[in-house]
T-cell receptor
Framework: QKEVEQDPGPLSVPEGAIVSLNCTYS??????FMWYRQYSRKGPELLMY????GNKEDGRFTAQVDKSSKYISLFIRDSQPSDSATYLC????????????FGQGTELSVKP | DVKVTQSSRYLVKRTGEKVFLECVQD?????MFWYRQDPGLGLRLIYF???????EKGDIPEGYSVSREKKERFSLILESASTNQTSMYLC????????????FGPGTRLTVL
């Protein structure tokens, strides 16, 4: 069993839809949770970062963490074609810029 | 503007060749990482380094080595390239004080024939 599981998709939605991306993890020691976005032929970029259970909102994006269920989600409201990318969840134990454990990534396509 | 650069975007090599992938960061970051990315497998950590001349194995170090002689530069070496090392290679760096954000380079698409 992988430490972090993420459905690779691909996921295709119409413009304006609400998108839900999810990861589950097995190690309850993970404390810091991230979502990276990777456009085609580019490196990943940090999109959202959180370290506590609950929701964190940034514009159209909401990151949700449920430590009791070992489950994290990323919601995208009013999705746009420019949101088409691969989304990777990542998590770690410490806040010192060290090793991250990544999910497999979910490929999202938002159709106009 | 933070920047991580990789020496090549695309590289084609023959089986058995020695391959060097170079990564340079201009942010004075302590930590540097090498990943490979394959469809359905996500990012897998090959090696990482917390300081000059220090290196630690990641999840899939077999067939690879690394070198970090200067703080800004982290090299990945394939001693004898094999076809199963055909992949996208991504370099990243992070700061001890910067939380857990890793900054990635654009990647090198390596094909081993």
């Amino acid at each position: 069993q992988k430490e972090v599981e993420q459905d690779p998709g691909p996921l295709s939605v119409p413009e304006g839809a609400i998108v839900s991306l999810n990861c589950t993890y097995s190690n309850s020691a993970f404390q810091y949770f991230m979502w990276y976005r990777q456009y085609s032929r580019k490196g990943p970029e940090l999109l959202m970062y959180t370290y506590s259970s609950g929701n964190k909102e940034d514009g159209r994006f909401t990151a949700q963490v449920d430590k009791s269920s070992k489950y994290i989600s990323l919601f995208i409201r009013d999705s746009q074609p420019s949101d088409s990318a691969t989304y990777l969840c990542a998590m770690t134990f410490y806040n010192q810029g060290g090793k991250l454990i990544f999910g497999q990534g979910t490929e999202l396509s938002v159709k106009p | 503007d933070v920047k991580v650069t990789q020496s090549s975007r695309y590289l084609v090599k023959r089986t058995g060749e020695k391959v060097f992938l170079e990564c340079v960061q201009d942010m004075d970051h302590e930590n540097m990482f090498w990943y490979r990315q394959d469809p359905g497998l996500g990012l897998r950590l090959i090696y990482f380094s917390y300081d000059v001349k220090m290196k630690e194995k990641g999840d899939i170090p077999e067939g690879y080595s690394v070198s970090r002689e200067k703080k800004e530069r982290f090299s990945l070496i394939l001693e004898s390239a094999s076809t199963n090392q055909t992949s996208m290679y991504l370099c990243a760096s992070s700061s001890l004080e910067g939380g857990n954000e890793q900054f990635f380079g654009p990647g090198t698409r390596l094909t081993v024939l």
